[in-house]
């Protein structure tokens, strides 16, 4: 009665291999977070759907995976409610939780919740999986990973030089060249103001979201079919064929929003930045992109985006400043700043540059080979000694043939093998083995340890 | 429109502080694991129905969470389907995915799914969430982690060894006091065959599994209502009653098992794993303990459990061998071993005995504290050179008032603080105060480097 097993479409699972590349990531980027403070926190998987519902838009909720609820949970239905038939509507009857969608909301409502036990300014990063019912394609995933880093509780901009230092010393750390794209709503709104379409703030920013993938005349048309009249358009061309470096751009804007307080700003906000990054010596490029609205319109302030500069890749780090995250679950008026790094995205750029380290620190250092049970047992003192030192070893635990036991240490990547028959045993060394460069060398457990330490 | 957050019932949220003290439990059993060669894998949080439908009984059918079809679930049912009101037939067809209950079941099918990609004997370990739809209560959740490792493909003794050894050194880490006991499965069914009841020996071993709950008398009582014979029940009670030192026990054993020949296979396998502690001077108390059973059917060989010694709490560590695991799923005949320790009561037993180290090395080390832009400048370059020794730090963001930078850093716990006015920038030093002894000390860059390594 045996099945062939399989996962859910859009699922993986992690090898050995592919977890210690994991590894390598999150490990990179834990550090980074702790290096400035940042504390972490997790939340359930499981979330309440009146938590999730009617936060990601009325497509976000249909891409929840819900949870039946536990039991006879047909019980209390009506003829009349199931006949229906309308799926949506019976869900609200059978399916009280839903899988996290993203971990933004759910911090919001963390923040909330336990708003009494924790100290703000608030500095968290919380790395979890999030689930979305998308339809799977190549780097999309139905269960993936978000690492997000984000400080409430202060408006202050030196947070906004933190995150772009974290973004600097992750992808030095991880050696993937990026470019760091900055932008600012209240700029985005200024522009929105000068050329009069002040109400159609957000149709405009979704639009020139765009202007990278689908081009200028794409973005016109678009604009146009909101209703967004042709003066205000042709206003808006020099505004987005801004070109020079991040300083002309500036004083270009300067010009054009001078009579916009909130366009003027933004602009300040961007100039304290830009001078912070020079203090500190950030020594990523960092870009003023106006084209980056990133989409959502609950960012109020800088917004950030990543992108590796070898690989063709959407955004592998984005993120932004917000104003009232916790306002939707009774806590207003509480500023906030984060960003995201899309560690399956970050994953895939290292494999195709071949950037992970060529050891880990988790793997095996040495395999003892032998050749029967005296062996063995002769073996197990010496096990014992090198993990007092701290050096992960193993035994290969059966009788086998050398070569079966060489390709098992093969198999894991293990730089060395110890080899023990009768010889050894007489001498009270084992023969270590160098696998990448064949050389072996007769040790006691004193020159052993050296060589592995 | 606010809405009061909450989460659902016997799921958690974690807290930086309880995130610190978790991140120690779950780092000191990993770094044990990978001392001995095992390798991390995960699998998704999501499984097929198949897969797990009928593997935990008919009441763990019943635990699994659900997830509800995407999309219009409803549009191929009948009327007559809906109108049955049956749910757990409805279930099928309106779902096709669970959320994983443990960690046993995924790791089968991911051995089978996988067995081309990885390298026999399989030493895996596995740190993920499980959930289940159990009634919460104190000490039960819903959402759960389990930390399992199993060695798969290989039948040799020195696996028990290994586990046991890795026991040992994770509760030495932990410091806490525990007994592993230890038991033989094939001992088990050797009772069942001498006592003449080969065909109940599940029914046997799940009573006596209760022996230390539920005592001498009313195991006897469940063993008769299994329809045991009175015969049979007056022949168990000297095995019941077992007492001494581990060799007085398996003499005693050997005695009443001499015509049993699985019984002293039994036997020969405790004495070898006795044996081999011996060697490898193994410091926990490691005790034969016939009632232990662990009520799990799929045991073939060595039956584990560790209990701490200084709380009353059930078993916080357990396992055993199997011999068939993966022969639902196509592949007959892996003999594999393996443990799991419960996490979340290690976590209660480490609170109930305030175990954790004072500091942890994910935390902020120093926070600087200032009073106006100019120092918050100051203090930058400081920062940064901190960082680059690796020291975690940072800057109160806001001008505020001292107090409020203090109770900041105590909040977060932070051991020193390195206090900027007027006159630490003239001086181009810093006053580093140490927060438990208020020892204040006016320091340069080199000297803060050297009081914070």
Redesign the interface.
């Known amino acids: ?8 479409k859009g ?6 291999q592919e ?2 590349n994991r ?1 390598y990531i999150f490990n990179t980027i834990k550090s980074v977070f ?4 940042f ?10 759907l ?2 999730l519902m009617g936060k990601y838009g009325e497509e976000g909720d ?2 929840l ?4 609820n ?6 209390n ?1 009506s ?1 009349e409610e ?2 229906e ?3 949506i509507r ?2 609200n009857k ?4 839903g ?1 996290r969608y993203d971990l933004t909301v759910p911090f919001a ?2 923040v ?3 708003r009494d ?3 703000f ?1 608030f ?2 990063y919380q790395i979890q ?1 999030v ?1 979305r ?1 998308d339809r799977p394609q190549k780097g999309r995933y ?2 993936f990973y978000q690492c997000d880093v984000d ?1 409430v509780g ?1 408006d ?1 901009l ?2 906004e030089l ?1 995150l772009i230092q974290i973004v600097d ?1 992750v992808y030095r750390r991880l050696k993937i060249n990026v470019v760091i794209k900055l932008n600012n709503r209240k700029i985005l709104s200024g522009i929105a103001e000068i050329i009069g379409e002040s109400d159609k703030i957000t149709d405009i920013t979704v639009a020139i979201d765009k202007l990278d993938k689908i081009g200028l005349e794409k973005v016109n048309e678009e604009i146009a079919a909101k209703g967004i009249s042709q003066y205000a358009i042709d206003k808006l061309q020099p505004i987005l064929k801004l070109s020079g470096s991040n300083k002309d751009k500036i004083e270009q804007l300067k010009s054009v929003l001078a009579t916009s307080e909130t366009g003027m700003k933004g602009i300040s906000e961007l100039e304290t930045i830009f001078s ?1 990054c020079e ?3 950030i020594q990523t490029q960092v870009e003023l992109d106006l084209t980056l609205a990133r989409g959502l319109n609950y960012y109020t302030g800088a917004i950030f985006e990543v992108k590796a500069k070898d690989v063709e890749i959407g955004s592998i780090t984005g993120g932004g400043r917000y104003d009232n995250l916790t ?4 806590m207003p008026g509480i500023s906030g700043v984060g960003i995201s790094f899309g560690a399956d995205r970050i994953y895939d750029v290292l494999n195709q540059l071949n950037l992970y380290p060529e050891t880990s620190e ?3 250092k040495v ?1 003892f080979v032998s050749f029967g049970e005296k062996e ?2 002769f073996c ?2 010496w096990l ?1 000694t090198l ?1 007092e030192k ?9 009788t086998a043939k050398m070569k079966k036991q060489m ?2 240490a093969d ?2 990547n293990i730089p060395f093998t110890a080899i023990v028959g009768e010889n050894e045993i007489n001498e009270n060394k084992v023969m270590l083995k160098n696998m990448k460069t064949g050389n072996q060398q007769l040790c006691n457990i004193e020159e052993l340890i050296k060589a592995l330490s």
């Open positions: 009665m045996s099945q062939k097993p399989s996962i859910p699922t993986r699972d992690f090898t050995p977890m210690a590894n702790q290096l400035y403070g504390q972490q926190i997790e939340t359930p998987a499981m979330e309440n009146s938590t249909k891409l995976f819900k949870i039946l536990s039991g006879d949970y047909l019980n239905l003829n199931l006949l038939k309308n799926s019976l869900t059978i399916s009280e939780k899988l409502r963390f909330v919740q336990n036990k924790i100290s300014p500095k968290r999986p689930w019912a139905r269960e400080v202060s202050s030196l947070n933190e010393e912070l203090t500190t010596q306002g939707v679950f009774g988790e793997q095996t395999l063995l047992l197990l003192p014992k993990r701290g050096i992960n070893c193993e035994i290969y635990p059966e390709s098992y198999g894991k």
